[in-house]
């Protein structure tokens, strides 16, 4: 009797060490992702701002050339990001080698369904996009972000490649899964998947100008089946923008595509709005 209660205490103790252990890893990779996060997010708010904030950036940077302070940061987020995510990797990794388990499989797993898996970040996407647009169609820089890192865009299988640094290859496909065409208007759900704006809203039963945030709660991401991202949603505007310029006769036809849908819904809705006001 004392033997098996030995042994359920030893059970009990090593299933509560792996709890403590992989709670704490779940912790700390949801804080790099939000760092992450927050910080690409106000690093390309302020490529697209302009005015007092742009010229306050300016002077803090002791009116060096903005756009290269802006590329350094985003070189410095890349080696955040890329840095941890092998790290984490690694760990995991050793772990289940160490205790020939799966139990750091089933963590990466884990962390793909929380939306916190550090390399599928739509804002490396964003990021990316925006080392692009800063290079313009200059192909003697050959789309290198620094020695470590590299991106590419392959408009004819509408993908993006990012290299970063120990050789890790990244491809993300631009293609949505609704109209299985170039995305056009991007947005990102909070599970990280991609779309077209329109093509999301007809997903959602909610017309393109209400917005992706007037979607119901339990709307469900096309791909992942996810509910409660559509309030998550983000608007890839350096992608947009990247698309803008490297596909313009696509991206043109779209858009014409788009506001004509606009204004046959918008004339629609106050038609039948009008029709509930003054009941008929």
Known sequence: MLKKKGRLSLHVANVHHVHKFFSELM?????????????????????VSSGLRRYMWYLQHCFKDDQQAMMQKGRI????????????????????????SVNGRNFKTKMRAQHIELLQSP???????????SNGFDDS???????????????????????????????YSLTCAI???????PYALGCGHLFCKACLCSSASILLFQG????????????????????????MVELDSLLKNRCKDYWKERLQSERAEMVKQSKEYWESQTKIMIGY
């Open 141 to 171: 820089k050959s789309g290198e972000f620094s020695c470590h890192f590299s991106c590419e865009l392959n408009e004819s299988q509408s993908v993006m490649v990012l290299t970063l640094s120990d050789s890790v290859k990244l491809e």
């Open 27 to 47: 912790k700390e990779a949801s804080e790099i992702a939000g760092c992450f996060r927050t910080r690409v997010r106000n690093l390309l708010q302020l490529h």
């Open 77 to 100: 987020l890349m080696e955040y990001i890329s840095m941890n995510a092998i790290a984490i990797r690694k760990i995991l990794k050793k772990y289940d080698k160490v205790h020939s």
């Open 179 to 185: 109209c299985l065409d170039t995305v056009f208007n």
């Open 212 to 235: 992706l945030k007037s979607a119901q709660p339990e709307s469900k991401c096309p791909i992942c089946r996810s509910t409660g991202v559509y309030g998550e949603s983000v608007h």
């Open 123 to 133: 804002w490396l996407i964003e990021l990316g996009a925006f080392y692009l647009n």
